[in-house]
């Protein structure tokens, strides 16, 4: 072939469309298992959030209806939040609302098949809630481990690790960070920092605003954080409106610290809306926000 034909080729060649390169499927799956508070919405289950990286659940907060609500998840494409397979939990802090299925997480995976005991993170004081779950259930882990065929004789235990600011957890999939956040007059109160190995994951807890969330995720994938609306508010009774504001964090002042934290994501969770609405909740968000965000619901996958 004459070289000009050859070089003719070559620059169609080089010119020539190339077909997209697949984006890579992430590692990392965040799952909503419960968004809920203290009121008692059917809809949503009590706090808990699922880092799901290959086939690892990591668990944080443990809400009533957890395990179900992993189940649930099970069944639309998670493999890793089958009940035998969870065996992490970390706890932000020691509201009820916050560890009210912890006594689930403990027993149910175990009579499902779970043959290690559970490791339990969180704040001073854990190791009391666990002892008092154990030994108030002394009588149930007994009859089964007698039972013909029953579970493990050794995974109904939890072992606790009570947790400072730091890494507090890091294995060959994620490196887990607390840091401290103001909730109400609880002493000990803690977000988590979450690096995977293609996601930065931040999540509040309940917190009030504080610079902490900015400084934690800094850019990160994904921020998840508790909100109430400032219209719901004003419905409710004056003399509970200041614990509401020293708790938790308004739409106006998470807007504010997304805006500072620049997340690619902002996730609102724990939503406090009382008689105002999610559209109101979002709106307030917005008004103060540009970034991307979205008011989570039970089940949702980010």
Request: net charge neutral; charged share 20%; aromatic share 6%.
């Amino acid at each position: 072939m004459p070289l000009r034909a050859l070089a003719l080729l070559a620059v169609v060649a080089l010119s020539a469309p190339r077909a997209p390169i697949a984006a890579q499927p992430s590692r990392t799956t965040i799952v909503m298992l419960g968004t809920g508070t203290p009121i008692p919405d059917p809809d949503r289950s009590g706090p808990a959030v699922a880092i799901v990286v290959d086939s690892t659940a990591y668990l944080f907060d443990a809400g009533a209806g957890v395990v179900r609500r992993a189940a649930a998840a099970e069944r639309t494409g998670v493999p890793a939040l089958r009940a035998q397979l969870l065996g992490h939990v970390f706890l932000t802090h020691l509201h009820s609302d916050h560890t009210m299925g912890l006594n689930d997480v403990i027993f149910t995976p175990w009579i499902q098949g779970r043959e290690t005991p559970l490791q339990v993170f969180g704040p001073p004081g854990t190791q009391r809630l666990v002892n008092g779950i154990l030994d108030g259930n002394d009588e149930d882990i007994k009859e089964r481990i007698a039972s013909a065929g029953g579970p493990s004789a050794t995974a109904w235990k939890a072992n606790v690790h009570e947790i400072t600011e730091g890494v507090v957890y890091q294995d060959a999939r994620v490196t887990v960070r607390a840091f401290a956040v103001p909730h109400s007059a609880w002493q000990y109160a803690f977000g988590y920092k979450i690096t995977t190995p293609d996601r930065t994951i931040v999540i509040s807890g309940d917190a009030r605003a504080n610079p902490a969330i900015a400084r934690e995720c800094n850019g990160c994938d994904v921020l998840i954080h508790e909100v109430y609306s400032d219209a719901g508010l004003q419905t409710v009774g004056a003399g509970r409106r200041p614990y509401h504001m020293q708790a938790h964090t308004s739409a106006a002042q998470l807007a504010d610290i997304a805006t500072a934290a620049k997340p690619k994501l902002l996730v609102l969770y724990h939503q406090l809306v009382w008689k105002s609405t999610d559209e109101q909740l979002l709106t307030e968000v917005r008004a103060r926000y540009t970034g991307r965000v979205v008011s989570a619901k039970d089940l949702d996958k980010y």
